[in-house]
């Protein structure tokens, strides 16, 4: 019930068009119930008349009121067909863009372990179905119970008895009902679980085509993706043999309820208790009454689809993010940048920690470098700054304040990070450069480019910096992405600079001249650096060597390189490398 008042609540901005959907069908019920009555009464009353003159009249009255009758039913109809989908279309809207804003929120950790495929088949495919049931649902149950209760009422006025007997056997067809109702939503839960499988496994493949054909793989996903669709057509199988069995048991049904009508008919009429004319009408009654039950029958096939695929809705919106703003949160304001780390430690796992008891003080303005081996804690150091992740012990701050006390949104502004695995968004070079300032102007997108050594290469584009970059930027070299993501960072200019291992993908002549580039942008400001070319980071303030046991050295450049410890061999193996 909890799922279903969530499931209502999305009709409120919707009440006026809803109504109006219920009362067009209570008036296709009402002309669809009145039908029978009006055959019933040309039957009885007017084809029968002597006066042929005051017959035909009545017959042209009569045609002419089912006219009109028809003229609304004709309005309501189209009502029904285009608003009330043009309604269940606005909610699925809505639920898309509740889902994708719940979604922007939820943290790192949630995307760590949840694919993004399957992601994608709750926000198409699962939010379809959801629609469909918003809008035919409770309009298909509002005209099913009217006409089965109005039906029932009619029958029962024309004959008790054999309208006992249609109520014995409508009783067994809705206990047959639930009991495949039942089976049926297991089945769709099951549907739903494996072609999000499939739907994961497809993106999987095709974000990874390059590497695919690189290994001459395609036989290999192609056996993935197989197995995994034999398994969604297995579940799709068993749910149609329910469905068959459902269907055709429901058909038998109805069979019986005509036999009982004609048997039972036969013997009122053989007794004078039932005119031939009344059973015309009942039977036609029982047309009424039959094809409610056809649209209860597809109602709960659709309910089925509809509320598996919300419940997998609400699943998702109530995956609270785990870093949210604390209730007294504050702005941050003009921030200096020093940063402090006090016995922070962290865990992915909350079991094998990947940081342990860091304490370390960043002065505002100074270039602060991490190196050391992979998986030492460089990336997870520099994450926990902006919030990416929680530190489960010890804290953080920025200019004495906990960022735990500071707004995302603020503490996040004042941030810019330039990854090594450069990220570029569908669209032009204009676009994911501006990414940086959404409200930058064209010369301020420029100038950041030329800061970032990028404006040379944009410009020998044929569409200069409207050159559409293509999915993941695969239209651009790695330098030339990693030069516009630096160039997102000089539009943002942030007091607090993250770089991990922002040149990694450079030729040394670019960077070069970005090097030089990002230490201008590092002035007054605090920088901090993750570094795999040693080279790089000769000038930065303070070096932190970071492994798997923690901090092993700290100093400058050439106090590091006099200890001769670990630093120094990174140091020098590089340059016997080089």
Known sequence: MDTIKKFISYYKPYKGMFFTDMFCALALSGIDLAFPLIVNYLLDNVYTLQDKNTMIKLVVYIGLALLAMYAVKYLCQYYITSYGHIMGAKMEANMRSDLFNHLQKLSFSYYDNTNTGKLMSRIVTDLFDISELAHHGPEDLFISILKIIGSFIILLSINVSITLILFVFTVLMVFFAIKYNKKMKSTFTRNREKIANVNAQIQDSLSGIRVVKSFANEKVEGKKFHKGNLEFLETKEAGYFIMGRFFSGNQFFQGLLYLSVILTGGFAISGGKLSPSNLVVYILYINIFINPIDKLVNFTEQFQRGITGFERFIEVMET?????????????????????FNNVSFSYDNKNEVLKNININIDAGKTFALVGPSGGGKSTFCSLIPRFYEVYDGSISVDGIDIKSIKLKSLRNFIGVVQQDVYMFSGTIRENIAYGRT???????????????????????????????????????????????????????????????????????????????????????????????????????????????????????????????MYASLYNMQFEMF
């Open 320 to 340: 609270e993010p785990e870093i949210v703003d604390s209730k007294n949160a504050i702005e941050l304001k003009n921030p200096k940048g020093n940063i402090t």
């Open 439 to 565: 409200d930058a102007s064209e010369e301020e997108i420029i100038e950041a480019a030329r800061k970032a050594n990028a404006h040379e290469f944009i410009m020998e584009l044929e569409d200069g910096y409207d050159t559409y970059v293509g999915e993941r930027g695969v239209k651009l070299s790695g330098g030339q992405k990693q030069r516009v993501s630096i160039a997102r960072a000089f539009l943002k200019n942030p007091p607090i600079l993250i770089l991990d291992e922002a040149t990694s993908a450079l030729d040394n002549e670019s960077e070069k001249y970005i090097q030089k580039s990002l230490d201008e942008l590092a002035k007054n400001r605090t920088t901090i650096v993750i570094a795999h070319r040693l080279s790089t980071i000769r000038n930065a303030d303070e070096i932190v060597v970071l492994n798997d046991d923690g901090i092993q050295e700290r100093g400058t450049h050439e106090e590091l390189l006099s200890k001769n410890g």
